[in-house]
């Protein structure tokens, strides 16, 4: 009796956390099955090095016992809601079914690891496509060999609405750039290293043509300037 009156008193003042921590792990099953899925296809296999693992499965039926636990639908009448909570009080089944669980986590953690890279680089590969596919033009980057500089035609900035483009060649030693107030000459210098980074990090460019050598860029900018 001593016992149940402890595991009460522990239940009731870790509830909050436990109700809190345990669906977390359902988010651990759902990227495991993504990377499943994804690993399916033969292009975006070739991303990770992901394989199933025989640990996962014991993850998944854990997390269904999560689930019921952390499960309380308001139609199942006062009597049944209460003695389901004093079964978890007593029992302490939030608490066992939480070590438990990290128990697993911990042991697969390197694979757990795998899955979220692999979901997380397939995701960002379609946030590009999509983004992609919203530019009035694109085109993949071309690397200038035996000289350094930049030359583009067609190049515009992809955060300005209805952009100016502008042709471009800066593969002489020096650039003097001019004009009068407002006309846009700090709008194409952030045109250039804009696109400079975005062929740089993700292969294409918001130009007709592009391409650059292999650059360090620098850059000045103040605190309330915007690119």
């Known amino acids: 009796v001593f ?20 669906p977390r792990f359902t988010t651990l099953v759902r990227v495991v099955e993504a990377a499943d899925s994804f690993s399916g ?3 975006l296999s070739t ?17 269904g016992v999560a689930s019921f636990l952390t499960f309380a639908p308001e139609n199942i009448g006062n009597l049944l ?11 302490l089944l939030d608490a066992l079914a939480y070590h438990s669980l990290a128990k697993r986590v911990v042991s697969c953690g390197d694979l757990l690891k795998t899955a979220y890279t692999f979901v997380g680089q397939v995701d960002a590969l379609q946030a590009l496509s999509v983004y992609r596919e919203t530019l009035p033009e694109y085109c993949e ?8 500089g930049v030359k583009a035609i067609g190049i515009y900035h992809p955060l300005v609405e209805d952009a100016v483009a502008n ?18 000459k700090s709008t194409l210098l952030r045109t250039i290293m804009l696109n400079v980074v975005l062929a740089k990090t993700i292969g ?7 391409a650059c050598s292999r650059l360090r860029l620098a850059s ?8």
């Open 220 to 227: 000045l900018i103040r605190k309330s300037d915007s690119i």
């Open 41 to 43: 296809d033969s292009d």
């Open 3 to 22: 016992m149940v009156f402890i595991n009460g008193i522990t239940y009731f003042r870790s509830a909050v956390a436990f109700t809190d921590l345990l």
């Open 141 to 148: 980057p071309e690397e200038i060999v035996g000289a350094s």
């Open 167 to 184: 042709d471009v060649d800066l593969r002489s030693p020096g650039w003097v750039l001019t004009g009068a107030n407002m006309s846009g």
């Open 81 to 91: 809601e209460m003695f389901i909570l004093l079964l978890k009080a007593f029992l």
């Open 47 to 63: 991303l990770s090095e992901w394989s199933h693992s025989k640990k996962v499965p014991r993850i998944k039926r854990l997390t």
């Open 204 to 210: 294409f460019c918001c130009a007709t043509s592009f």
